[in-house]
């Protein structure tokens, strides 16, 4: 089991900027791959940007330019700098963790959701 607590949600002004920060405990020495996904109101959660083992790192189209994922594994973490942040950015913002064990099986992980609101 792998357990996601994200921080660093809130309220910002267009064209500012935030820091999402989300933290892994549990059996994380089977984590292949860590994200962040949105969810906004009367939408589907979409991918926002993930980050593999292999260093292999992805962005939705949204993000690109705006948003940076990093990843530290020395201490679980994963981290999304928002910049020139927009209302369409406005949503509830999950962390995400895909594991894989000996056997083959893996397992797909959510925090518990941190929200993020650009207005003015």
């Known amino acids: 089991q792998v357990q996601l607590v994200e921080s660093g949600g809130g309220l910002v002004q267009p064209g500012g900027s935030l820091r999402l920060s989300c933290a892994a405990s549990?059996?994380?020495?089977?984590?292949?791959?860590m994200g962040w996904y949105r969810q906004a109101p009367g939408k589907q959660r979409e991918m926002v940007a993930t980050?593999?083992?292999?260093?292999?790192?992805n962005y939705a189209d949204s993000a690109k330019g705006r948003f940076t994922i990093s990843r530290d594994n020395t201490k679980n973490t994963v981290s999304l700098q928002m910049n020139f942040l927009k209302p369409d950015d406005t949503a509830v913002y999950y962390c995400?963790?895909?594991?894989?064990?000996?056997?083959?099986?893996?397992?797909?992980?959510w925090g518990q959701g941190t929200q993020v609101t650009v207005s003015s």
């Open positions: 549990g059996s994380v020495m089977g984590i292949y791959a």
């Open positions: 980050f593999t083992n292999s260093r292999k790192i």
């Open positions: 995400n963790a895909l594991e894989g064990d000996s056997d083959g099986y893996q397992y797909e992980y």
